[in-house]
Every structure is written in structure tokens, then in C-alpha cells.
């Protein structure tokens, strides 16, 4: 059975609509990553699912039961906010096994649970500090724990991670996802982090403008996005997009993008064909840009093109290069040992397998 289920769910405050129908299923026990850019609407939805917020339309089910007029402590679902919120005069101990004390469970069972929740968390050796006593990580394993221990069937987690840095949040990540396999419960996870998003989730649910925009999993997502802002959005750097023009010459068409063009395998001719005498967008990965000195166009289907260094940012293990036709900017990742400079002129290749193109009106794929 589904463990949450959102069915034409809308939110709206005043006049504005944040959140617009919502339809989404999240299936028991797994793992599932809403991921938008600032004010898309991530909150308000984890709101409403666990009950802070009222439905404006719609309906939410959990395990098949309607739950809009449910109070959140009844939903059995816990959340564990962005800043975590814990009590500053309480011990680690008791910020863990305060909401436990609240609904009346004995000092023995929440021992229990507290310890069994530092256990899976390793923080046993923290329990009797207070929040100003821990680092950032620390105090948000503290948070973590106090949703633990309440065994719910759902937990909501909004943006947990956000105020750690950079390391901390790549081991952070790791945990949640060893977590998830040892409590087998169903968590939705909330994120503005594309990377986050991608390395988490069995299934993610893109969002913009309190829109759905695209649930996948991370490799369809990243491979066959639905529409241009899936495409610019899950990726980094990000797709590069160029506007072009289509041409029809000689029974071929061509993409023109001013300086440059490239005949449009046949294969994609039936879609495209509609598109004639317009501009579309033609989007490509920074991965899937060449230096042509070292790439091997044998059998393959390759559009040349020249383009300006702007800039070289050195990685360690690549480059990339900020690069324009003079028309449009897009970035390239190179070889890290690639000797290319700023200002320099460079020859690149890209595979015409690897293109994406984009309605420029509606953003929605065309291939
Ligand atoms: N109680 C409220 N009254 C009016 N507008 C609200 C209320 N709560 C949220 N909003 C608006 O709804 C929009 C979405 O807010 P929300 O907090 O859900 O975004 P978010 O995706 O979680 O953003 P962030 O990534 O910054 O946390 C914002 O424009 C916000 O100003
Ligand atoms: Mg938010």
C-alpha cells in the first residue's frame, strides 16, 4: 500500500497560489526526495503532510486513510526541521525523550528508546551535554534521534542538512540513506540541492513554482528530463542551452545557432519537422562537449563548432571552461591536464546523440 498519497492538493494564501495541484505517491518504505529551488513551495507541502498546515484543496492519505482533518499528532509522523529547534536547557537525553515524557511513556521505555536511538546514531557519548555543548552535525543527530525515538511511520525531513558544511553533509548523507535501510520507514526529504537530491533518493520529485515538474529516479531525471527547467535544474555545472534556429535545406534540417550549424540526424527529423522557420533551444551537457584535438569522432555523429575561452577553472580531477560563441555562453568539462588558456580560440565537438531540444515557449522536450 502507498504510505502517502497527495491528490489534486492545492495551498493557497490569500490570492496566491503556493502550492498547485499536487499529485504524487510515495510508496511505503521508500525513500523520496522533493527537490526545488528556494520558495517552490518544499515546506508548505511537508506542512501540510504532517498536519502545521490545512489543505486549501485536495486530499492527503496515509496508508489509505484521509488524513485532512487528522491533528499532526495523530498522523504518527515525525519531522525534523532545517534549524533544529532543539531546547537549549535541556541535555541531549531529554531533548530526545521529551515527546515521549509528553505522551506518557514510562522513564524505562524511554530509556529504551533514547539509547537505542543514540546507538543507531552514535551519540551515546553526547546524551548529557546541552545543544551549546555540540557542533552542528552533533545537535542535528540530536534532532534526528528525537524523531527517532518516537517510531513513527513517516518521517519528514526539511532540508536537515543545510547548515553543515560541505563534508559533513557528504557523510551526513551516507548515514540518512544507512538509516533508512535499518528503520525501513517510508521519509520524504526536502531539498534546494540538486546534488543531495540525486545521490539520495530511489525517486525524486522535482519542483517549481509550488509545480510538479518531473518524479524520476536519478538517471532518468538526468537523462531524459521532461522539460527545460528539470534539465537545467538536476546537473552540475548546469545543461548548457543554446537558441537556435531550424532550417530546412536540400530535404535536411539544420539547427542554427548563428555561428555555427548542425544538420539534425534523421531520426529526430518527424518531431523537429513541426518546428521549421522557429526557434527552439538546443541543450547539451558540459560533459558532453570536446576539445576536438582529443576527442574521436569515428563513427559518430559530431557537430564542430569554435568557441572563445572566457575562463579556465581548474578542479583537480577536470576542467572546466567558460566558453562563448559570441552568441551564447556555455561551459565545457575538459581533461584536467588539457593546456587550453583564456582567450584563446578552441575547435570543440559535440555528439548529436547527447542533445536535447526544448519548445522555447512551453520548455517542454521535443527530443
Ligand atoms: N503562512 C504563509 N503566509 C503567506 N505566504 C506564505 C506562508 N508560508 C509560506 N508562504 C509563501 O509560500 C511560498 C513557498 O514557501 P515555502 O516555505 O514552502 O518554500 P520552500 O520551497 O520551502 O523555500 P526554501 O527553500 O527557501 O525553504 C513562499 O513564497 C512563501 O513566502
Ligand atoms: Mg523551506
Request: charged share 25%; glycine share 6%; proline share 4%.
Amino acid at each position: 500500500m502507498a504510505a502517502i498519497v497527495l491528490k489534486d492538493v492545492w495551498k493557497r494564501y490569500g490570492d496566491l497560489d503556493i502550492v498547485k495541484n499536487f499529485n504524487i505517491e510515495v510508496l511505503d518504505r521508500s525513500f523520496c526526495i522533493f527537490v526545488g529551488p528556494s520558495e517552490c513551495g518544499k515546506t508548505t507541502i511537508l506542512r501540510m503532510i504532517a498536519g502545521l498546515e490545512e489543505v486549501s484543496k485536495g486530499y492527503i492519505y496515509i496508508d489509505g486513510l484521509k488524513v485532512n482533518d487528522i491533528a499532526p499528532k495523530n498522523r504518527d509522523i515525525a519531522m525534523v526541521f532545517q534549524n533544529y529547534a532543539l531546547y537549549p536547557h535541556m541535555t541531549a537525553y531529554d531533548n530526545m525523550g521529551f515527546s515521549l515524557k509528553l505522551r506518557g511513556y514510562s522513564k524505562k521505555e524511554i530509556h529504551q528508546r533514547v539509547y537505542e536511538a543514540a546507538e543507531i546514531l552514535d551519540i551515546g557519548y553526547l546524551l548529557e551535554k546541552r545543544p551549546k555543548q555540540l557542533s552542528n552535525g552533533q545537535r542535528q543527530r540530536v534532532a534526528i534521534g528525537r524523531a527517532i525515538v518516537r517510531k513513527p511511520k513517516v518521517f519528514l525531513f526539511d532540508e536537515p542538512l543545510s547548515s553543515l558544511d560541505a563534508k559533513l553533509r557528504g557523510q551526513m548523507r551516507a548515514e540518512l540513506k544507512k538509516l533508512h535501510e535499518r528503520l525501513q520507514s517510508t521519509i520524504i526529504y526536502v531539498t534546494h540541492d540538486q546534488t543531495e537530491a540525486m545521490t539520495m533518493g530511489d525517486k525524486i520529485c522535482v519542483i517549481n513554482d509550488g509545480r510538479i515538474q518531473q518524479i524520476a529516479g536519478p538517471v532518468e531525471l538526468y537523462d531524459n528530463p521532461t522539460n527545460k527547467f528539470v534539465a537545467g535544474f538536476i546537473g552540475n555545472p548546469s545543461m548548457n542551452f543554446f537558441e537556435v534556429d531550424v532550417i530546412h535545406k536540400n530535404d535536411v534540417i539544420f539547427l542554427n545557432e548563428g555561428t555555427f550549424e548542425t544538420p539534425l540526424p534523421v531520426r529526430f527529423r518527424e518531431k523537429v519537422f513541426p518546428y521549421i522557420g522557429q526557434k527552439i533551444i538546443m541543450g547539451i551537457r558540459p560533459e558532453n562537449i570536446y576539445d576536438r584535438l582529443f576527442y574521436n569522432t569515428t563513427n559518430k555523429e559530431v557537430s564542430s563548432f569554435s568557441a572563445t575561452v572566457e575562463v579556465v577553472e581548474p578542479l583537480g580531477s577536470e576542467k572546466y571552461l567558460h566558453l562563448s560563441t559570441g552568441k551564447n555562453e556555455f561551459i565545457a568539462k575538459v581533461d584536467s591536464h588539457n593546456s587550453v588558456k583564456t582567450n584563446q580560440i578552441i575547435d570543440l565537438v559535440f555528439n548529436l546523440a547527447k542533445i536535447l531540444l526544448f519548445d522555447i515557449k512551453t520548455g517542454i522536450q521535443i527530443i
